[in-house]
Structure formats: structure tokens, C-alpha cells
DNA sequence: GTTGACATTAACGTTACGTAAAGGTGTAAC
DNA sequence: GTTACACCTTTACGTAACGTTAATGTCAAC
């Protein structure tokens, strides 16, 4: 079957111009030209975009998509199993809206309390998933195929010392932590010590201190269930009892 | 509590710039402006900020956010309630993009075999969905809240009278293919009137006449389940029925 | 041989921000 | 007291993925 823009946009579902388009950025160009300069395509073309517009779907920008498609190494099925699992992830990723649009309801009819945090919970997980992807893709262009570990001290091209004493203060911070933890104290000697280690720590990873950052991250600790699950591995509480230490020992 | 751009931004996962652009498109404007010239937003922010991204993320354009929560009648708990109702849609579509790749993933394994038209299957509703949502807005601002009925007319700005003939002649299609129907040969006279009758029909839908897409559209009613449900109301097999006759007519 | 649907290129418009430039503010640290 | 640095500000140009308009060529049908 060959088909004009028209038909295949029809088909598609697609208007002409984006078909020019993506002709013109060449991501999809017509099997051929005939000669009255009408662009005529073919069945690789309909499969072609086909998983164009499945990529796009998942809001990869075209530019990608290109790349994704034009590799020699691009295996379609691979693709496939990944994009399926991205669909599954923003699956989930809307549930997480959905419920917190009927949290939003029952809190409108005064059944329910929420905090301004939670208000955006649905939208927040979005934002983690971006970044933890564009920091994998940082990471991988600047560090090629190295660990994960060394990727940790991306954000300021820290030298093999700087993240060895890193690794050390981290060790010894969870070592501390569960010291303090014991005496149940945040505000001890114990607990403010570690509050102070973990300054020297985010000092290292940031490059500099702020007070109210510092408070904020804690905060995190206990908000972001992936670092709840890191600082309560040991004692589940670890992590609250850090965000309490922090906030006296900044302040705020 | 109060915020400032750039604790507002964290809390809700969204760049400074957003929020300074929001303030010049007017659809949050800061609680009020301290003597630094800063932005500070409170409470009522918050919540504003809840809504817009709520219906951001359902792909509302800023303009039209605007337009839906600056509306006196705003009913937020109501709105709510729609914005709920859509999100299950999405979900819904989302379901169905799901289930394509799997389809899609099992065909490369040569599993099983898909036509050109399943292939799109997933966009095409959101197509659908998009085209209704436009068609319905446009009407609603061309006649206010008429009929549904009348809106059918809205493409060629159609008179009363126009549209009351249109009407005339789809009581008569669906009489004459009853009557068809039971003769069992969409070539016989009685099949080909009702091609020439849809002709007619859709002759003034359109403004002119297409065969390609008469048979295009007489695929439709059998691709279409809503289509196949109206006209198999009556009988089912006659939207196939009807397609064959119009393919003869046609000859496409 | 004239419609009218279809095709072409060229080029400017749009949305929702990103990004940089050039500068003022607030406060912790030396 | 001034340095440093994270904040804030406005102005303004850049970008992605097309939409839209204009001006023009092509093809099948009546």
C-alpha cells in the first residue's frame, strides 16, 4: 500500500505539516518522490511512524526519537519492552494524581487535612523521574560506563580524594546516626554531632553551606521514601530522628 | 505560611521562570509584592497553584486554565469532580496505548499479525477525544448552549432550513436501509439508493462531494464502534451492509 | 476547460517556558 | 565593613513542534 501525506496523515491520525516536518527534519522521509514532487510512502514508512508516534506519546522530543530510531544498534523490540515500561511508570505516576485528586475533593468537603506538601505530590514524583533521568544521561556522557558510586560526585568534578573522605564522612555519619539514635535524644551531644557531620558532608557534595538548604534536604529524608528507605535501613526512625537533629542544629 | 519564588517553585516542583511567567500572563499573580520588589505568595497561592497544575497536566493550555478558574461560577470541588472524570480517561487511553505495545511487541515476535489501521489505534481515540472536545468549545462560543442537535450543523454555518432537509434525509437513510437490509445485496437497487441517498447526505455535511472519502467514511462506521452502534441499532449488520453498498456505489 | 481536492515550498506565528545578561538584596563569615 | 553568595529583579532573545497563510503547481471529474 502507498500512501500520499494526506493519506497516511489520515491514517495516522496526523496532520500534513507534521508529516513535512518530519520529512524536513528527517526523521521520516518518503520512500520516494514522484514526478510531480508529491511525497509517496511506503509500508516501512507507516511501521516508521508508527513508533514515532509511540515515542512521542511518552513525550520523548523528536530530536531523540530520531536518535533513538537512527541507531545502528537500535533493537525495535528492546525499545519496545522499555517504552512499555515507561508506559507503566506514567500509569502509576497517574494513579498517584488520581488519588491525590480525591484526597483534594474529600479535603474540599472538609473530611480531610492536607498539608501544602502534599498538595502537589501527583506532579512532584514527575519532577524526580526527570531529573533522575537527565542526571543518568549527564553522568553517562561525562563518565562513560563508570559506577554508580563515582557518578555521586558529579555535581562539583570532585577529585578521588575529595570522594574518598566523602565516603568516609557518609560512613561515618550512619555510624553516629545509630549512636544517637539510641539515646533518642536529637538534640544530645550525640545527635548534634551527626547534624554537624552531615553539614561537612553536604558542604562537600554542594560546594558550599546553606542553613536552610540543609534543613530542607532533612526534610527530604523523611518526604522521599527513597531516602527514608537509605537512613532507616539499620532503625526504621533513623531518618526522622536525623531531620529532627538538623533542624536544631540549624535552627530553622 | 509564605512563599517566595524560589520556596514556592521547590514545594511545587516548578522552575522560578514558571512562576515569574505565570505573574505576566496573569494567571497567578503573588499574594502581594514586599519593598525588595519581591513575589510573595501565600495560602490562596498555593491552592491557585494546585488548580493550574492539576489542569496542566491533563494538557489544558494556559490561556484556557485562565479562562476555567478565573470564571466567576468557578466551582473548584466541581471542577474537581470533571478534572477526576477525565484523569480515569486518560487512564483509560492510557490502558489502551499499553495493551497496543504489548500487541505491537508480540507481533515483531511474529505472534500474531496487525492491519495498518490497528496499528494507530491508541492515537486515534485520542484524536476522537481531542476533535470532540474542539468541535463542542467552538460550538458552545458560535451558538451558546442550543441544541446538541443543531451543532451538527456547525461545519458549512448551515440555515434551519438546510438542516431540516439533513434531518428528513437521515430518517429516510435509515428507513431505506431497513428496508435494504432485508433484501441481503448491497448491489440491488434498493442498496445503491441508499448510497445515493448518504451521498446527498453527506454532500451537504461537507459542502461537496469526495468518492474517496464517502468510502472512507462508510469504513469508518464499521471501524468505529460508535458509528457500528448507531447504525446497528436496528439491525445488526447494517453499518457493514452499508459500507458494502457505498463501496459498490462508489467503486472504490 | 474549468472546478475543486490535493500537492508543493517559503516563511512568519504560537505556546510555554529555558537561558543568559545585568543588576539589586539579605545575611553569614572573615 | 566588606566579601561572598544565595537570593531576588527585569529585559530579551532562543527553542520545540508544529499551525497558519500565501502563492503556486497537479490531477481527476464533470
Chains 1, 2 share one sequence.
Not at 485528586?101 to 524526580?128: H, N
Not at 577529585?159 to 550512619?174: N, P
Not at 534536604?217 to 531518618?239: I, N
Request: net charge negative; hydrophobic share 35%; aromatic share 10%.
Amino acid at each position: 500500500m502507498e500512501y500520499t501525506v494526506q493519506k497516511l496523515g489520515r491514517l495516522a491520525g496526523i496532520s500534513t505539516r507534521t508529516l513535512r516536518y518530519y520529512d524536513e527534519i528527517g526523521i521520516l522521509k518518503p520512500a520516494r518522490i514522484n514526478s510531480s514532487g508529491y511525497r509517496i510512502y511506503g509500508q516501512n514508512e507507516v511501521d516508521r511512524l508508527q513508533q514515532i508516534l509511540f515515542y512521542r506519546e511518552l513525550g520523548v522530543s523528536l530530536d531523540n526519537i530520531k536518535k533513538i530510531i537512527s541507531a545502528p544498534s537500535f533493537d525495535s523490540v528492546e525499545a519496545l519492552r522499555q517504552h512499555h515500561i515507561k508506559l507503566l511508570e506514567k500509569k502509576k505516576q497517574l494513579e498517584t494524581l488520581i488519588m491525590n485528586v480525591e484526597k483534594t475533593i474529600a479535603m474540599s468537603e472538609g473530611r480531610i487535612k492536607m498539608s501544602d506538601q502534599e498538595k502537589f505530590e501527583g506532579f512532584k514524583q514527575k519532577l524526580i523521574d526527570e531529573n533522575e533521568e537527565k542526571y543518568g544521561k549527564e553522568v553517562r556522557e561525562k563518565y562513560g560506563d563508570e559506577t554508580v558510586d563515582i557518578s555521586n560526585a558529579y555535581f562539583k568534578n570532585m577529585s578521588k580524594e575529595d570522594f574518598d573522605k566523602m565516603e568516609a564522612l557518609s560512613v561515618q555519619i550512619m555510624e553516629t546516626l545509630a549512636e544517637a539514635f539510641k539515646t533518642g535524644d536529637p538534640a544530645g551531644s550525640l545527635g548534634q554531632k551527626v547534624a554537624e557531620l552531615h553539614k561537612q558532608w553536604i558542604s562537600m557534595c554542594w560546594g558550599h553551606y546553606d542553613k536552610e538548604a540543609h534543613a530542607g534536604l532533612a526534610q527530604m529524608y523523611v518526604d522521599d521514601e527513597r531516602f527514608t528507605a537509605y537512613y532507616d535501613k539499620e532503625q526504621p526512625g533513623q531518618a526522622e530522628f536525623l531531620r529532627d537533629a538538623i533542624r536544631i542544629f540549624t535552627g530553622v
